[in-house]
């Protein structure tokens, strides 16, 4: 039997995980970050604190490794307990505040805070801000970084990016990391013992993700113009909505955008970058031309920032290899997948224009019954191929089915983004990125078992495919809500209002058959929903148009 350690960051074990205190005054907030940090995988909540006093009693107390720290907390202020704390223990802070002035941010440093980070950071980028601090390493956000380096004068104009590019030895590594090496497997390769091999990785990932975010812009050689080859477009960093490029400012959240540098780039030496076609929290989806063979694809590429999070790096390639392992005309194909010199992880799939469902929704603002029918039966059969390879979806929501030819007799649809997919096949058990208790998803179209962390079946792609169809036909999911724990409390605890009163507010024209079949893919009992794809699509199938 094989005993070798494995290099697991989300491993089940308490001890693989990083214990966290978290110091919020404010009720609603400490809720919320409590919510989003049980979407970390290795992340374990040990105690909460409302004030600055039980904050260095917990401390005291706990011991956790980490505190993310308010500052504007009763008794006495943050930068004051952190001082307090930093006296006593080791543990590591992070300050998670909405105070961005230079003062508050060079206090809190200067008692000796490890992090820095203001209240709208991404889930994303908080996880791998924990991380990071956990490591050893400081985090700042990035104009506080700025702000902080500036101040300090410790700008370095040497930076280039030969310093910056990683070595052949490097780039292994991280391709073992990504096939589920052990530490000891690791070591042998490049001539470690095991206990040197954690601050070996450690520095590696931090190189990856300091190239990411401070490499010199003349790194990329820029060609792109709006053309009709390339389409520059714009990026909220908060949002992440694209815009195109008469845009300065999201129009959602404020923010300044900022030109995505990728386009006009040629990436991993053979891809031409000439389009954002999309951008999510774990990465962003281009369309790219190959130098060479002149192949048009579409390279779906994962966000620098997050490449510190080892366990990211291994759920990217768990969706390439799922995505690859089936053959479906209703599933886009992955052809490739790999890593680039600078170390980005990346996967190539098929080229194939159209558009998301949710971009024809937003369009149309509701589709005929007759039309998304057709669109349904696809979906079904996609989905069904890979329940029958022991997948499950776990994310099926509009922008996740791409609809080619809508409108036409050829109309096809491809469902992407198996980034959540979770493997439920013998062989895999014991062996998936996910353990009991962990959510995965999107709130709005989750089954009720899936937000309570229960083992998933096919029925709860059931019940996702149900929200999908819900929205098509009427223009908005079961349950509109103002945030994720309102629609993780609707999904378990309340009924799906009727299909029937939502079309006629907006004044549409439903199938009384297909208004049947969504009402049962919506049930609360999973076993009251249609039992697999096949019998769904049966059910489809036979309302004809």
Known sequence: MNTMRRFDAEGS????????????????????????????????????????PSAVQKALELKPQVILMDIGLPGFDGIEATRRIKAQLNTRIMILTSHEEDKSIFSALAAGADGYCLKDISTAKLNTAINSVASGAAWLDDEIARRV??????????ITSER?????????????????????????????????????????????????????????????????DFQVSKICPNCKVRLGEEFSRCPYDGNELKEDAMIGSVFADRYEILALLGSGTSGAVYKARHR??????????????????????????????????????NI???????????GQAFM????????????????????????????????????????????????????NVLVVNFGQPELTVKLVDFGTAKLVTAESEGAGLTVPG????????????????????????VYSMGTLMYEALVGHPPFITENIVEAMYKQVNEECPPIAQA??????????????????????????????????KKDLESIGT
């Open 348 to 399: 190539i799939m098929d080229y194939l224009g159209g558009h998301s469902l949710d971009e024809l929704i937003f369009e149309h603002k509701h589709l005929p019954w007759q039309v998304s029918t057709e669109i349904f039966k696809q979906v079904c059969s996609g989905l069904g191929h890979a329940h029958d390879n022991g997948i499950i979806h776990r994310d099926l929501k509009p922008s």
């Open 332 to 342: 886009v194909n992955v052809i490739d997948f790999g890593l680039s010199p600078e």
């Open 438 to 461: 962990q959510v995965f998803g999107s709130p709005t179209y989750m089954s009720p078992e899936q937000c309570m962390g229960l083992h998933l079946e096919a029925s709860s792609d």
């Open 503 to 536: 079309a006629a507010k907006v004044g549409v024209s439903i199938d009384n058959r297909l208004q049947a079949i969504i009402t049962k893919t919506l049930r609360k009992d999973k076993y009251q929903r249609h039992q697999s794809m096949h019998e769904l």
């Open 13 to 52: 074990r308490a001890s693989d995980l990083i214990s966290v205190l978290v110091v919020e005054d404010q009720e609603v907030l400490r809720l919320g970050l409590n919510l989003t940090l049980q979407y970390m995988r290795n992340i374990q909540i040990v105690g909460v604190a409302s004030d600055g």
């Open 149 to 158: 380096l500036h101040s300090a004068k410790l700008a370095d104009p040497q």
């Open 292 to 329: 060479y063979m002149h192949k048009l694809v579409a390279i779906k590429i994962m966000h620098l920032e997050l490449i510190s999070d080892i366990s990211l790096l291994k759920r990217f390639r768990q969706e390439a290899a799922a995505a690859s392992s089936l053959t479906h005309g």
């Open 164 to 228: 910056l590019a990683l070595s052949e030895s490097e780039l292994k590594v991280l391709a073992l990391i990504l096939e589920g090496a052990s530490s000891d497997e690791i070591g042998s390769q490049v001539g470690l013992k095991d206990s040197e091999v954690q601050s070996y990785l450690k520095k590696l990932i931090q190189k990856v993700s300091w190239s990411g975010s401070n490499a010199p812009a003349t790194k990329i050689s820029r060609t792109a113009k709006n053309s009709q």
